[in-house]
Every structure is written in structure tokens, then in C-alpha cells.
């Protein structure tokens, strides 16, 4: 019997994997106006049909990129989305511009492409995982939970 398919995590990722797969009303997860602030170079805004609303900057964005390869990373080096990768300690310290989009489309009617200025453009940040994702106060403590 092949155990190939089995993975070990701790409980916190197990907690947060299950809240990714729990049911979210449809007013939940349908946006009511999409703000993206590329111009002033700050981030999203989204106001949903629910009520509730959501704001991230870009660099948080781009450090919870969905795509499989972003997302693999963020498993290896134990990173929840939006944290950013540790940097590595050098004597001379490089600049990194901050991460702000080059072009923003919108997908179907359910989600956001970003190509970012990184050269990165392969996630799709849909309006589901957005909401998940939120980091209000409200929903920040009930991820805690």
C-alpha cells in the first residue's frame, strides 16, 4: 500500500485548510463595486453584495499570489498568504521595487488577473478567494478562531 498521497500538518493548517473549503454564500462572494487603486498605487478595495468590505495592498496581494507555484512556495517555507519571504541576510542590501500591478484584467465575471511589475502573471485571484482572504478586523479574528 502506497502512502504517496498522504501529507503531515500541524493543526493551524489543517484549521485554515478546512476554512478553505467551507461553503460561502453567494452574496458573500459577489462583488458590489471593485476598486483598483493602480494609479495610486495602493491597492484593492471591494465592496460585496453582503455588505461587508475588503481592502489589500498590492505587496500583500502579490505575496498571496493563488497560482499552484506561488502557492507551493508559501507550503515549503510554512508562509500563510500574504506573508512575504524571508530575505536573505548580504552585506549589501538590493532594492526591490515594491509589488504594484502593470496591468489588471478582470476574468469572466468571477475574478482578477494581475502582471505584476515582478514579471509574475500566472495567478487569478478569484472573487471567492478574495473574500477568504480578507483582511479586515472581523474576519482576521475569525480565522483565529
Given at each position: 500500500?502506497?502512502?504517496?498521497?498522504?501529507?503531515?500538518?500541524?493543526?493551524?493548517?489543517?484549521?485554515?485548510?478546512?476554512?478553505?473549503?467551507?461553503?460561502?454564500?453567494?452574496?458573500?462572494?459577489?462583488?458590489?463595486?471593485?476598486?483598483?487603486?493602480?494609479?495610486?498605487?495602493?491597492g484593492?478595495?471591494?465592496e460585496?453584495?453582503d455588505?461587508?468590505?475588503?481592502?489589500?495592498?498590492?505587496?500583500?496581494?502579490?505575496?498571496?499570489?493563488?497560482c499552484?507555484?506561488?502557492?507551493e512556495?508559501?507550503?515549503?517555507?510554512?508562509?500563510?498568504?500574504?506573508?512575504?519571504k524571508?530575505?536573505?541576510?548580504t552585506?549589501?542590501?538590493?532594492?526591490?521595487?515594491?509589488?504594484?500591478?502593470?496591468?489588471?484584467?478582470?476574468?469572466?465575471?468571477?475574478?482578477l488577473?494581475?502582471?505584476?511589475n515582478?514579471?509574475h502573471?500566472?495567478?487569478?485571484?478569484?472573487?471567492?478567494y478574495?473574500?477568504?482572504v480578507?483582511?479586515?478586523?472581523?474576519?482576521?479574528?475569525?480565522?483565529?478562531?
Amino acid at each position: 500500500m502506497s502512502h504517496e498521497g498522504i501529507r503531515i500538518v500541524s493543526a493551524e493548517r489543517a484549521r485554515l485548510e478546512d476554512l478553505e473549503h467551507a461553503q460561502m454564500p453567494p452574496n458573500a462572494v459577489t462583488p458590489k463595486k471593485v476598486r483598483v487603486k493602480k494609479t495610486e498605487g495602493t491597492g484593492v478595495e471591494i465592496e460585496w453584495n453582503d455588505g461587508h468590505r475588503s481592502v489589500w495592498s498590492f505587496e500583500w496581494l502579490r505575496n498571496a499570489c493563488p497560482c499552484a507555484t506561488c502557492h507551493e512556495d508559501r507550503e515549503k517555507t510554512n508562509r500563510l498568504p500574504g506573508e512575504a519571504k524571508a530575505k536573505e541576510h548580504t552585506l549589501l542590501k538590493m532594492y526591490k521595487a515594491p509589488a504594484r500591478p502593470l496591468e489588471v484584467t478582470p476574468v469572466g465575471k468571477y475574478a482578477l488577473k494581475f502582471k505584476w511589475n515582478d514579471g509574475h502573471e500566472s495567478g487569478i485571484y478569484s472573487w471567492e478567494y478574495l473574500r477568504r482572504v480578507c483582511r479586515c478586523d472581523g474576519c482576521m479574528t475569525k480565522q483565529e478562531l
